[in-house]
């Protein structure tokens, strides 16, 4: 009896299997040709992202050297000189643009993500934010000179901290309002429990669980406008000479590189070039700083 059922169990188990071949067949060739455009996509993106990297440590390398950060910008047709007083200006503008959108930004998105469940301020403020992180910088930047320097009648270097801080207050909003939006239910109502006031609650208990991504939004906000050149032609314009006058034009590397790249002098190219590679691995080792301290803590 055994015999006599095998074949046609065999052929039962056989006949789906035979169905379903074409159909399998041409999925797995969709599959395949999903994954080879997939891959081609990647390494053509690669490769160019490669190609800008390796060009710009090929032509800017040669131009890292002591002068360089020790030594003022230098006339028009001037031999030497270095990137001193825009390096300076940069870290000025950078820096106080951080201590000012850092407080507004955080407080901001505790408020939205705290308090602004279902309030129309909360969502108009959310609106806002996702229309300022999509605007064009330059936009910003004719903004603030509109509103101040066509005022004040003069460049300055307040005019292009403003401008920054408008484009990295937003994404210190949004990464903090996301965060705060990962943390558990239980532990809000763990320290309700406990008697603990709202406000409380939320900056001792939820942000310090998620403070880990918060300050990786600031180090992305930092990243983000410390190679912004649009804003600052408007707003801090540039200064040949080193000053650390806020109230006046400033020098700061994005306008610097700007012009040294335009002009047909060589050594003003080869400090645009040592700039550019300058701006870029500061932004790279912020971000890699920011990942890593994001990989520390994830809340759960």
Known sequence: MSTQHTPTAAASATAPEAVMNPVYRRRLLQHRIGMLFSFLAMGLGLFVLAWILLTLIVKGFSAINLGMLTENTPGPGGEGGGLLNPIIGSLMMVGISTLISTPIGILAGIYLA?????????????????????????????????????????????????????????????????????????????????????????????????????VTGVLLAVARISGETAPLLFTALNNQFFSTNMNRPIANLPVVINQFAMSPYDNWTALAWGGALLITFSVLALNILSRTLFKQQIPG
Do not use: C
Request: charged residues 15%; aromatic residues 10%.
């Open 114 to 214: 705290e308090y602004g469940e279902e309030s129309k301020l909360a969502q108009v403020t959310r609106f806002v934010t996702d229309i300022m992180l999509s605007a064009p910088s330059i936009v910003i930047g004719l903004f603030v000179y509109a509103i101040y320097v066509a005022n004040v009648g003069h460049f300055s270097g307040w005019a292009g901290t403003f401008a920054i801080s408008l484009i990295a207050i937003p994404v210190v909003v949004r990464t903090t309002d996301n965060m705060l939006k990962l943390v558990p239910s239980g532990l809000r109502e763990a320290a309700f429990s406990l008697g603990a006031p709202r406000w409380k609650v939320a900056v001792t208990v939820r942000l310090r669980a998620v403070k880990a991504g918060v």
